[in-house]
């Protein structure tokens, strides 16, 4: 198992910046891959960004240019860096950790972090 805790949002301007962070209970070189997920009321819950194990990333278009995501293997700590933020990219967001299970995946997800962009 794997446990996710998210840390980061808030209430911002829209223009202004936020980071996310997700601190994975186990070493990020054991999960397949970590993403953010945000979901808006009404809306299904969508894939913003994600970076594999080895390094790879993959964003969402709507959010390419202006959300980078990152992580810190020594810390098991995955970011969203937020930028140019609109009203909306107002949603929660989740992080979601992908396991290798046999030849399938389990997903693990935190308890989400609100991000609401307003003036």
């Known amino acids: 198992q794997v446990q996710l805790v998210e840390s980061g949002g808030g209430l911002v301007q829209p223009g202004g910046s936020l980071r996310l962070s997700c601190a994975a209970s186990k070493s990020l070189f054991s999960i397949y891959a970590m993403g953010w997920y945000r979901q808006a009321p009404g809306k299904q819950r969508e894939l913003v960004a994600v970076?594999?194990?080895?390094?790879?990333?993959n964003y969402a278009d709507s959010v390419k240019g202006r959300f980078t995501i990152s992580r810190d293997n020594a810390k098991n700590t995955v970011y969203l860096q937020m930028n140019s933020l609109k009203p909306e990219d107002t949603a929660v967001y989740y992080c979601?950790?992908?396991?290798?299970?046999?030849?399938?995946?389990?997903?693990?997800w935190g308890q989400g972090t609100q991000v609401t962009v307003s003036s």
């Open positions: 970076v594999t194990s080895w390094g790879t990333t």
């Open positions: 979601n950790a992908r396991v290798v299970v046999g030849k399938g995946f389990d997903d693990y």
